[in-house]
Structures are given as C-alpha cells and as structure tokens.
C-alpha cells in the first residue's frame, strides 16, 4: 500500500479561501476524493473524482489535481466549514483492491 | 431516504469477538459495493474492508486480515462484519459506507453514503 500525506491543520479566516494538499505517489494514476468530518458525526463526501462535487455540496467547495498533489479548495470559507477533511484514494496492486487515506487535516476557522 | 445503521458495538476483552451489522434503505443494496471504515479516538479514517456486490469480492486492510471477516446478505439490505481475536487497538467507532467503484483494471473506489458508526471498545 501507499501514503497520502496532508498537512495536520490549516487556518483561515471568514471569508478567506482556504486550500488543503495531499500528496501521494499513485496520484497520477488514481483519482482522489474528499471527505468533510465535524466532531461527532460521520464523514460526508464533499469531492469526487479529483473535482466532482455530489449534489448538495456548496459550490464554495472545489477540487483540482497537478501530478502527486490534489487540493481541496474552500472559497469564501464560513464559520460552518471549520472540520477535520480527509482524502482518500483507491490502492490497488496486482489483484489487490483496497482503500487509503490521507491523515487528515483539521480547518480552522479564525 | 438512503441510510445506513450500524448496530452490534459494545465493550469487549481482548481476544475476544464481535459481530457488527449494518442495515441499509433508500436504495437497491444489491447493486452496490459495501465497505467498513473506522475511527480510533483523536485520530483518522482508517479503511477495514470492502465487499462487491454479491460477496464474491473481498478485501481487507492488513492490520485485520485473518481476524475481522466482512460478509453481505442483499435479502436483508445488510452489511456485516466478524471481528474475532479483537485487540485493544482495535478499539474505534466502525462506520458502515456505501462504496461506488469497480475492481477491474481501471480500479477507482469511494464512499458516498456512511452511517452514523457504532463504538467498539477492546478493553479488560
């Protein structure tokens, strides 16, 4: 298996653009996608497929990918933004399907 | 509405055994991959396992490979997961996930849907 590496925190204040890396040798060859957390509850899928955003996802939110790095952009960041977000990527090797993720990176609002 | 709830959680010894179950609506379970993702508290998402959608897939993390099984039954919309021989760093919230992917050459996979997670706490 590989690593995804982020940054451990990222801070902004309101109204700021906040862009949080991940970093990972299999980037070119895999999409990435991103997850939101807020304490206590579940993660919720935020980007898909390097810069798809599900329905429901504020437009304010954006992805974009450059050789081994992918970004997670938030544009205008609110105060309701501030979470933990994750990455994550497929992992495969030979016949091997599995998933990875990125150690996450806590946003905070100032 | 699709949903995922996830039951079975608890306080066990180590060494000891747990099964999870993850009950599904809203959507056609069968046409999905399934997989299980946990929480160590402070700390990060770490992917478990993942199932295809008629069980003939599996794939594990090393860390439970031999020990947690991950198995489907699509008659009852559920999701389940064995965990035997539990180990304190096993403790974590276990989310059940809807995965969107497929395994053949061009390997892409994701979770769009997750359940509220169900707490695990390996401890004597």
């Known amino acids: 298996s590989y690593e995804l590496t982020q940054p451990p925190s990222v801070s902004v204040s309101p109204g700021q653009t906040a862009r949080i890396t991940c970093s990972g040798d299999?980037?070119?060859?895999?999409?990435a996608y991103w997850y939101q957390q807020k304490p206590g509850q579940a993660p919720v899928l935020v980007i898909y497929?390097?810069?798809e955003r599900p329905s429901g996802i504020p437009e304010r939110f954006s992805g974009s990918s450059s050789g081994t790095t992918v970004t997670l952009t938030i544009s205008g960041v609110q105060a309701e933004d501030e979470a933990d977000y994750y990455c994550q990527s497929a992992d495969s090797s030979g016949t091997y399907r599995g998933v990875v993720f990125g150690g996450g990176t806590k946003l905070t609002v100032l | 509405e699709v949903q995922l709830v996830e039951s079975g959680g608890g306080l066990v010894q180590p060494g000891g055994s747990l099964r999870l179950s993850c009950i599904a609506s809203?959507?056609?379970?069968?046409?999905?991959?399934m997989s299980w993702v946990r929480q160590a508290p402070g700390k990060g998402l770490e992917w478990v396992a993942n199932i295809k959608e008629d069980g003939s897939e599996k794939y594990y993390v090393d860390s439970v490979k031999g020990r947690f099984t991950i198995s489907r039954d699509n008659a009852k919309n559920s999701l389940y997961l064995q965990m035997n021989s539990l180990r304190a760093e096993d403790t974590a919230v276990y989310y059940c996930a809807r995965g969107v992917g497929n395994s053949g050459p061009f390997y892409y996979y994701y979770m769009d849907v997750w359940g509220k997670g169900t707490t695990v706490t390996v401890s004597s």
């Open positions: 299999a980037l070119p060859k895999q999409y």
């Open positions: 809203g959507f056609t379970f069968s046409s999905y991959w």
């Open positions: 497929k390097d810069s």
